[in-house]
């Protein structure tokens, strides 16, 4: 009867381990599974093998497993290329959100590996597990299905217009929602930028941080401009990972009250 | 791929069920004290031992000193610059090594010396103590203990306890002495031999991360 029950808890811890999204979950799972394999020879009448079997099993490979964990597990962050947030600069990733990310990552003992997305797909890939923190210029909004860190930097919406023409956004970004029926959305901020620049639209809802760099950089030369309320940029994280998001936001509320922040907004931004 | 893996998984739980069923026939034994007196052992443990398993261990040891030197090499051959991070030490972590080393280790020694008598023996006493250094360096990082325990003089007792096991089992075996402090002798090295290789492999794994 032991035997059965050990075997089922075999199966059943096996299971568990290979259907974890967290890897310290999924080796926890296998070191349960090799003391209950050890129960079971136990209860076979081999303790000789049972006791190997959790010394190597439940022993050995459950430390070396961590160990690595240790060492190598990832912090993966899926985030929309957003300059001086956080960009590709040659080889490395720079911004001002790379650098509490990277902190972040110090915190937590595990690598920051950045991969670039566009906008809409960045509550996706959080939802399905493919990644933890989702980044560059993350604005919320109320359908993505994501946990959400405090605010890090507040800004506004703006309404650019330029000339006669529909209205356009970035998919999936906050300001779609502020749009008429009838718009068109794009993919990142540059074809949105171009879009408006080559008159394809007239108008573009875009935040405060690059309707700046537009005007700033010449690229667009707004006639009207129209405030579309407050917004603040945040980091997204993935719904499973409260404990990634409970140390992003004391990490966030360490620098806010160091003035760190403060500091890193004023190099940063200006 | 789902359909496979339940079916997979149905199939090994009928194996599983059908194992433990008692469908297959179990085969007649001798009685464990005339495989005893047979051998002139104290039990049947240490006559199954003398008899078969004393061959086995001699061939796994062989097998075990030839991964390392594997491992040893091929690892040689990639370099690696980059130094490592420093880990940080957590409290929790140190405390709770602190308290189980001690615990861990005289089991690891119970393990090995009664090993020719009831379950346990040299290897699992060595894979025992290979976890209580484990354990130790998940608390205090990889490059501190080894720096702590002298590793070159580490390699050199490995290399004299393969050496000394090979030739105590050899003896063993053509001689046929049955002398039980033999085999305790040839169980503590052999956990020796495991205990170094199981540090040896682990430090020459985590010293080149992400390398391989």
Known sequence: ?270 | MRVLTALSLLALAGLLALGVSGVFPRPELPSADEVAAEWGAENVVAAIILGVRLWDTLFEILVYAMTIVGVKLGLRLLRWERPLPPVAETPLLRRSADLLLGPVVVFALYVAVSGHLGPGGGFPAGAILGTALLLLALAKGVERLSAEIHEPALEWAEYGAIVAILALAGGLLLLGRRGSGYLVAANVLIALEVAIGAWVVLHRFASSRGEV
């Not at chain 1, 356009?168 to 068109?184: E, H, I, K, M």
């Not at chain 1, 992003?248 to 403060?262: I, Q, T, V």
């Open chain 1, 1 to 270: 009867m032991a035997v059965i029950l050990l075997s089922a808890l075999t199966l059943a811890l096996a299971v568990f381990a290979l259907t974890q999204r967290r890897l310290l979950w999924g080796v926890i799972g296998v070191g349960a599974h090799s003391l209950a394999l050890a129960g079971v020879y136990l209860f076979l009448a081999a303790p000789d093998v049972a006791l190997t079997q959790a010394a190597v099993g439940f022993g050995l490979v459950t430390f070396i497993y961590l160990l690595a964990l240790r060492r190598t597990g990832k912090l993966t962050v899926v985030a929309a290329e957003t300059p001086p947030l956080l960009h590709q600069d040659g080889e490395h990733v720079a911004g001002l959100e790379w650098e509490i990310l990277s902190r972040l990552g110090r915190q937590l003992h595990r690598d920051v590996e950045v991969l670039w997305v566009t906008r809409a797909e960045i509550p996706r890939l959080l939802r399905a597990g493919e990644a933890d923190v989702g980044a560059g210029g993350y604005l919320p909004r109320t359908d993505d299905g994501v946990v959400l860190s405090r605010p890090l930097i507040p800004t506004r919406i703006v309404a650019v217009r330029c000339g006669p023409g529909p209205c356009g956004a970035v998919a999936g970004d906050r300001c779609q929602d502020c749009l008429p029926a009838s718009s068109v959305t794009y993919e990142d901020h540059r074809e949105l930028a171009s879009a408006l620049r080559s008159g394809e639209i007239g108008e573009a809802v875009a935040d405060l941080l690059h309707v700046r760099q537009w005007v700033l950089s010449g690229e667009v030369q707004p006639s009207e401009t129209k405030d579309g309320g407050e917004a603040a940029f945040r980091f997204a994280v993935a719904p499973g990972e409260e404990d990634v998001r409970q140390a992003l936001d004391a990490l966030l509320a360490e620098l806010e009250r160091s003035g760190e922040l403060a500091r890193l907004i004023a190099r940063y931004i200006g």
